[in-house]
Nanobody, 126 residues
Framework: QVQLVESGGELVHAGDSLRLSCAAS????????MGWFRQAPGKERELVAS????????VYADSVKGRFAITKDNAKSTVDLQMNGLKPEDTAVYYC???????????????????WGQGTQVTVSS
């Protein structure tokens, strides 16, 4: 059983940058794709970004393209989300997730992810 722990969420101002990190324990995730999702109050959970198992393929939500970047470090079993140019509408709880099956490419579908972290709060003030 893999455990995912997110960190880095905090209160920032619009235009600021923030880096979220997700560390895995219990099992190496070097062969699994990873993703970041977010859920704002009253809204459904949505994909922010995902990376394939080798980090070469990526998928981004249209709302974050050009501002956010996902990086996967297989040696450390971590996945980071660099967030630049933050906007108030980026306010949400951000979740890290690991693919259900190994050796997958980047995917945007929640059903493809089997392990989830507890989430970290990101709040962007205007």
């Amino acid at each position: 059983q893999v455990q995912l722990v997110e960190s880095g969420g905090e209160l920032v101002h619009a235009g600021d940058s923030l880096r979220l990190s997700c560390a895995a324990s219990g099992r190496s995730l070097s062969t699994f794709g990873m993703g970041w999702f977010r859920q704002a109050p009253g809204k459904e959970r949505e994909l922010v970004a995902s990376a394939g198992w080798d980090g070469r393929s990526t998928v981004y939500a249209d709302s974050v393209k050009g501002r956010f970047a996902i990086t996967k470090d297989n040696a450390k079993s971590t996945v980071d989300l660099q967030m630049n140019g933050l906007k108030p509408e980026d306010t949400a709880v951000y979740y890290c997730a690991a693919n259900r099956f190994p050796y997958g490419v980047a995917t945007r579908w929640p059903r493809d992810f089997a392990s989830w972290g507890q989430g970290t709060q990101v709040t962007v003030s205007s």
